[in-house]
């Protein structure tokens, strides 16, 4: 049974950068029919999602936030990152990594998520 | 991107009886390379990350009691609870995952008359 742990500060400062690291255990990244998530929930609101990576150059982020957002893969130590630029109080949220499968011609919706970790945007 | 819209945004239901959620999307989720509807409907409790239920509108996760069931073709869905349990309390998303970005309803919040 695959697992996933988000983790990263738990406090930003605004304009600053902020990464996440996502491990996962119990399954590889490396995986060739998984791709992984992030997606983020601000307090007491709804789900937004981040983007998805299946390799290093095969990315798809929220136009929202595309010009910000940079997703990667560490094989090695089953992990995969999300880092966000320039934060600001909006981005405040709890940050969830989750994964998806595909196969030939389709997807299937995100069925495993990590607990999700909260980000405060703070000075 | 595609809006996903849930109604009611809250409903109230006694144990034992009927729920219903409905989910609209902007444009077509159905997949017509799977020859399926790209919608999953999701639970989530307090400090819990959100649980996968149905899939492909209508296909219940493993796990799921089958008083969970989910319906609809095209923009317009539905997920039914049966026989609400007061386990069944918690919010309640729709998911097209049909085109990125992959967006949410807002949620219905399901509570015990």
């Known amino acids: 049974q695959v697992q996933l742990q988000e983790s990263g500060p738990g406090l930003v400062k605004p304009s600053q950068t902020l990464t996440l690291t996502c491990t996962v255990s119990?399954?590889?990244?490396?995986?060739?029919?998984?791709?992984w998530s992030w997606i983020r929930q601000p307090a007491g609101k709804g789900l937004e999602w981040i983007g998805r990576?299946?390799?290093?150059?095969?990315?798809n982020y929220n136009p929202s936030l595309k010009s910000r957002v940079t997703m990667s893969l560490d094989t090695s130590k089953s992990q995969f990152s999300l880092t966000l630029s320039s934060v600001t109080a909006a981005d405040t949220a709890v940050y969830y990594c989750?994964?998806?499968?595909?196969?030939?011609?389709?997807?299937?919706?995100?069925?495993?998520w990590g607990q999700g970790t909260l980000v405060t945007v703070s000075s | 991107d595609i809006v996903m819209t849930q109604s009611p945004d809250s409903l109230a239901v006694s144990l034992g009886e009927r729920a219903t959620i409905n989910c609209k999307s902007s444009?077509?989720?159905?997949?017509?390379?799977?020859?399926?509807?790209?919608l999953a409907w999701y639970q989530q409790k307090p400090g819990q990350p959100p649980k996968l239920l149905i899939y492909?509108?209508?296909a219940r996760e493993s796990g799921v009691p089958d008083r969970f069931s989910g319906s609809g073709s095209g923009t317009d869905f539905t997920l039914t609870i049966s026989s609400l349990q007061a386990e069944d309390v918690a919010v309640y998303y729709c998911?097209?995952?049909?085109?990125?970005?992959?967006?949410f309803g807002q949620g219905t919040k399901v509570e015990i008359k």
């Open positions: 989750a994964r998806f499968s595909c196969s030939v011609g389709s997807c299937l919706p995100d069925q495993d």
């Open positions: 119990g399954g590889s990244v490396s995986s060739g029919s998984y791709y």
């Open positions: 990576i299946y390799t290093s150059e095969n990315t």
């Open positions: 444009q077509s989720v159905f997949h017509s390379s799977s020859n399926e509807n790209n």
């Open positions: 492909w509108a209508s």
């Open positions: 998911q097209q995952y049909y085109s990125a970005p992959r967006t």
